[in-house]
């Protein structure tokens, strides 16, 4: 059973550079896509970005293209960069695998921006 | 990209079926059967309960299925019990090969 683990600082200043690692155990990273979903206090869900296992890459237009996605196959990990962050980047942030359509996800990791 | 449509509250006695609606458009849930529910308890991770949408993973109970006319996507949640108490949230692929979510919906068992 493929389970997923997100880890990062959980406090980031305004304006700095976000980034989050989800590592995958029980399975191959390269056997599957791998996707990352925020979700702020109190809000709903808004998916961030998905990397292939061909590694090409697709964003949700509304971050502007301050998200980055990538993966460690050497380490079953794949990453979330976000730039420029502000108070709205604020949110519990998933990493969730590929299942056809739908997502199975990891326990979540909160990230707060505040200087 | 708008979010997909969903109602803000549904409410069932134990025992009752309850549907959950998830409207988008014919650039999204009509456009694909690529339609997922999930369900998420309160300070936990969402839990995929319907992919493709009508499939249910090993694991989730036959008292969830979904189904799509149209535009419209739906949860329906039969023999409702007091766990099934949660938010209720749908996602589509869209024709840009982006997911876009529903704004959720609580469900409260009476």
């Not at chain 1, 976000?82 to 056809?100: I, Q």
């Not at chain 2, 969903?6 to 999204?28: E, K, L, N, R």
């Not at chain 2, 839990?47 to 694991?59: A, Q």
Request: glycine share 10%.
């Amino acid at each position: 059973q493929v389970q997923l683990q997100e880890s990062g600082p959980g406090l980031v200043r305004p304006s700095e550079t976000l980034s989050l690692t989800c590592t995958v155990s029980g399975g191959s990273i390269s056997s599957y896509n791998w996707n990352w979903i925020r979700q702020p206090a109190g809000k709903g869900l808004e998916w961030i970005g998905r990397i292939y296992t061909s590694g090409r890459t697709n964003y949700n237009p509304s971050l502007k293209s301050r998200a980055t996605l990538s993966v460690d196959t050497s380490r079953n990990q794949f990453f979330l960069r976000l730039t420029s962050v502000t108070a709205a980047d604020t949110a519990v942030y998933y990493c969730a695998r590929d299942r056809s359509s739908g997502f199975y996800w990891g326990q979540g990791s909160l990230v707060t921006v505040s200087s | 990209q708008s979010a997909l449509t969903q109602p803000a509250s549904v409410s069932g006695s134990p025992g009752q079926s309850i549907t959950i609606s998830c409207t988008g458009t014919s650039s999204d849930v009509g456009g694909y059967n690529f339609v997922s529910w999930y369900q998420q308890h309160p300070d936990k991770a969402p839990k995929l309960m319907i992919y493709d949408v009508s499939n249910r993973p090993s694991g989730v109970s036959n008292r969830f299925s979904g189904s799509k006319s149209g535009n419209t996507a739906s949860l329906t949640i039969s023999g409702l019990q007091a766990e099934d108490e949660a938010e209720y949230y749908c996602s589509s692929h869209t024709r840009t090969s982006t997911v876009i979510f529903g704004g959720g919906t609580r469900l409260t068992v009476l």
